[in-house]
């Protein structure tokens, strides 16, 4: 890696901070689902993305729409880290770090992703379910892409949430890991 460190770079991921210069820290989380790439902003957690997502779209998002001031620094992540690993272990049932919202917009898409943190572990709702409680049940599949566009999946449980019919619908990291996510949680027997 051209003589860069893990040491050098947590050092100037410090210095960076210390200075006001770090806007969004960026750490990777080897799963079993694959490696997972969590982003945080002074304010909480603010995107995880999915193995089936390349890893410079998802910073190159964090750059456009939060700050250009994104660095990779681990050490600021390790509490997410940490959650993540036991949650996956099957340890962790409430995630309890901080969320920053920006990357979830305004309106009817937030209101659904809010709700559906409160989703407890173990337990599922429907996109319908969701619709209504953000305020417009008719619109169920508007529901299901707010939640295809979690910015913050797992975390933001949007796994636990299924088709009215009891199908698993559709999930962002790809139904298999949904399924699995929900197996882990003893959501589905």
């Known amino acids: 890696m051209n003589g860069v460190t893990?040491?050098?770079?947590?050092?100037?991921?410090?210095?960076?901070?210390?200075?006001?210069?770090?806007?969004?820290?960026?750490?990777?989380?080897?799963?079993?689902?694959?490696?997972?790439?969590?982003?945080?902003?002074p304010r909480g957690i603010v995107r995880l993305g999915f193995p089936t997502e390349d890893a410079d779209d998802v910073l190159d998002q964090l750059a456009t729409k939060i700050s250009p001031r994104v660095l990779e620094a681990p050490a600021r992540l390790d509490t997410?880290?940490?959650?993540?690993?036991e949650y996956f272990e099957g340890r962790l049932h409430t995630f309890t770090v901080q969320l920053d919202w920006t990357l979830t917009g305004q309106g009817f898409r937030h209101q659904i992703l809010r709700?559906?943190?409160?989703?407890?572990?173990g337990r599922t709702s429907t996109y319908m379910e969701m619709a209504t409680k953000a305020g417009n049940r008719k619109?169920?599949?508007?529901?299901?892409?707010?939640?295809?566009?979690?910015?913050?999946?797992?975390?933001?449980p949007c796994h636990r949430v299924l088709a009215t019919g009891g199908g698993l619908g559709g999930y962002g990291g790809g139904v298999s890991v949904k399924e699995r996510l929900l197996r882990l949680e003893g959501a589905l027997d």
């Not at 709700?115 to 572990?121: D, R």
Request: charged share 20%; no cysteine.
């Open 115 to 121: 709700h559906t943190a409160e989703i407890p572990y």
């Open 6 to 41: 893990p040491q050098l770079l947590e050092d100037l991921a410090q210095r960076a901070e210390a200075e006001g210069l770090l806007d969004v820290a960026y750490a990777t989380v080897d799963s079993p689902i694959g490696s997972l790439l969590v982003a945080s902003t």
């Open 80 to 85: 997410v880290r940490r959650q993540l690993d």
């Open 139 to 156: 619109a169920y599949r508007a529901a299901g892409n707010a939640l295809g566009s979690n910015p913050i999946p797992v975390v933001v």
